[in-house]
């Protein structure tokens, strides 16, 4: 293989050009925006995340600037009570093999983008939006090799896949923001990512280093706005979030309140269909498998799938053949983690008897205990 297209620039695009060049294979980068900014605000790196990042040489950026929690804690939203927690940062190192990250995304995005810039054999166009083989090949002056879709939900790319999944509405909502940690209320630590958790609903927060902040996001129910991303919060959706908060400790309903200009997000995933034509496209990331957030792993699969793609199909082997093991392995992990999501769901948004004897339980789990059932998780090494 000697040249690879990628149609879309963020992590998993960015991610996916690196490791194709690490490989020695060309790539050329099409983004349809003019320029890339930041969208979103914090995310969780776990060590199968860092651990890639790692193996592309980035971790010595990153580590100045991501900020490594003491701890993972699991809150009653109702009480602030504690029910359980992990020592992230001594099991990352010493478990784990890489640390766990928080980072705020434009900072990830940012230092993509320095790398991307400095490798040779990595051309990114921007304002470039050839979102189809035929448009794709014309502007290149031919077919590559090798096409990946990494352009997201909404992916116009996906079109081209037989058979592809299709968006489809969570029944969930988020709300983000970011609030300065001068000015955050004293139950969020900031050595700590916590999950709060309550009837149908959860919030996370944790610490980011690089922006002095903690970052926000509180999770319930909502109806299905259609085809949409990230918006302003409006009087309507700040209401909502009163509204589904409203039995919570006082002291959590005060920050939403006062929230800094929330985002709203409705969360949507793709459903199961094909990932590869069999040929020469493929699709990765969310545009492939987007899923909801109830694991903290979607950027992390966005970056397996890049890393182990370009270990597959830059070997010496037919690249259907490649593209079929890629779908094949990768279809398995994936179904797993977001197995782990849906129960992470269950057991953070449990009501009345199942939530009284969800929380005995966590708090008579030892810490060992919890971490065993990550270590396929996190522990896990991408072959590339």
Known sequence: MKTVAIVGAGIAGLVSALAFARKGV?????????????????????????????????????????????????VSGSTLAPLTSISAKQLAASRWGSPYAAIHRATLQKTLLEAVGNEPLVD?????????????????????????????????????????????????????????????????????????????????????????????????????????WAADCNPTHRNEMTTQFAGWHRD???????????????????????????????????????????????????IEDAFELAGVASANVDLADALAFFERSRRARIARVRSRGAFNKFAYHARGPVRVARDVVLRLRKPDSVAADLDWLYGYRAPG
């Open 26 to 74: 060309s790539c050329v980068v099409v983004e349809k925006a003019s320029r890339l900014q930041e969208v979103g605000a914090g995310l969780q790196l776990s060590p199968n995340a860092t651990y890639i990042l790692g193996q592309l040489g980035l971790e010595e950026k990153l580590r100045p600037v991501w900020r490594e929690p003491d701890n993972i804690c699991l």
């Open 124 to 228: 990114l166009r921007l304002s470039a939006g050839y979102d189809t083989p035929d448009a794709l090949a014309s502007a290149l002056g031919g077919a590559p090799d090798l096409t990946i879709g990494a352009d997201g939900v909404w992916s116009r790319f996906r079109a081209s896949i037989p058979s592809a999944g299709k968006p489809e509405f969570s029944g969930m909502v988020a709300w983000r923001f970011i609030i300065p940690e001068k000015d955050a209320p004293s139950f969020l630590n900031p050595r700590n990512v916590t999950a709060f958790v309550g009837p149908r609903a959860h919030i996370v927060a944790y610490p980011l280093r690089d922006a002095g902040a903690f970052n926000v996001v509180a999770l319930s129910s909502g109806a299905n706005p259609g085809e949409t």
């Open 252 to 302: 959590i309903r005060t920050l939403l309140s006062y929230a800094p200009k929330p985002t709203w997000w409705p969360l949507f995933g793709v459903s199961e269909g094909r990932w590869t034509d069999g040929r020469d496209k493929v699709l990765i990331g969310d545009a492939a498998h987007a899923m909801t957030p109830f694991a903290a792993q979607g950027a992390a699969m966005a």
